[in-house]
Each structure stands twice: as structure tokens, then as C-alpha cells.
């Protein structure tokens, strides 16, 4: 077996770190630093969350990227998402989006509840509008989501998805923060978006094994 000699290895390894750093997100044109970082809902993993809106084209398209992304994440990383609310008519949504989450249909209804705001203009704001429709859903298990909606958990997690938009002020759609500091710049496509999650994912995970080794 052919040996790597001590200067070739240290060529390799300047040529690695140099495309390492290449590669790197870059504060103010691929991310910035949140003043006030925002806690996630499990420490000991690193968190993507997303602040999105049904009523939001662009999070209806970055939506399909994202979910088929997450299903990629290693074992130390999770999606979040969280509905804005930046009136009290966005409530109604923001339940939906709570009871997608309660019931784990995230990647089976959203693209159903997309579809239905945006090309059918069905109002899903209106609990007997979204309950009728949600009933009539073959893609998905529509006795779970309306369960998941009717339950009192589902309004008092649409109120504190409401609380987080105000506290953080969260001013547009969609707003992807990762590990809870580091808010994503979307410049390009959703594609370089999704690219520059990843580079986050492992800014986060290398400052913390840094912090854990001192």
C-alpha cells in the first residue's frame, strides 16, 4: 500500500481546509446574526426553523425543497415550523399549521393546503371552511388533522406561534433560522438556500464541538 509522504499530506490538508472555508457561509451575504437568539425547542440537537405563512407564495414553493431536504437531516439536526401571525385574521391559519404539526402531516397536507389556498382560493381560515375541506382530503389522513385541529392544544399553539412573530419580529416569509442564531439570506434560489442551511447546520455543530473540546 502506497504511503502519503509528509509534504503531500500537508498539501492535502491546506487544500481541504482552504475548500472548506471556500465553501463557508458568509455573514452579510449568506447569513446574519440574530440580536436576540431564539431558543430551541430541543438544546441538545440543532434546530431549522422555519417562520412561514400558507398564504405565502414563496413558502409555497420553498416549501417541497425544504420538507425533501429535512428528510436528509443527520440525527442531530430537526425541522421546526411555525406559522406567522401578524394580525388576528392569520390566526385561523396559524391553527392549521399547529394541527399539521400536532398530528405529523406535515409532508403528507402541505402541499394539499397550499394547493387549496392558493389555486382554489379556499378560505382555511374559517374553521367550518377548513374542517369541510380537510374531510373531503384523500392525501392524507384527514380524521387525524381535524382531531389535531379541534383539540384546545392546537389555538393555544396558534396564539404562541403569534407571540414568537412579535417577539422575534419576524417581517417576512419564509425566515429560516438555524440553531437558533444564524438567520438564512435567500438571495438567489431556493436551491442556494437550502445550501446555505447546510453550511449553518455545520457552523453550528463545529462551534459547539469547539466549545465542548475547550
Known sequence: ?????????????????FSASAQAAVEGVDYTVLN?????RDASKIEVLEFFGYFCIHCQNFDPVLLSYSKTFPKDVYLRTEHVVWMPEMLGLARVAAAVNASGLKYQANPAIFKAVHEQKINLADTATFKSWA??????????????YDAPASLAAAKKMQSLTETYRIEGTPDVIVGGRYRVIFSSDWANGQKII?????????????????
Open 198 to 214: 447546510g453550511e449553518l447546520i455545520n457552523k453550528v455543530r463545529q462551534e459547539r464541538s469547539g466549545k465542548a473540546a475547550r
Open 36 to 40: 436576540k437568539p431564539i431558543p430551541q
Open 135 to 148: 374531510a373531503a382530503q384523500k392525501s392524507f389522513d384527514s380524521k387525524k388533522l381535524i382531531a389535531a
Open 1 to 17: 500500500m502506497k504511503r502519503t509522504t509528509k509534504p503531500a499530506a500537508v498539501l492535502l490538508s491546506l487544500a481541504l481546509a
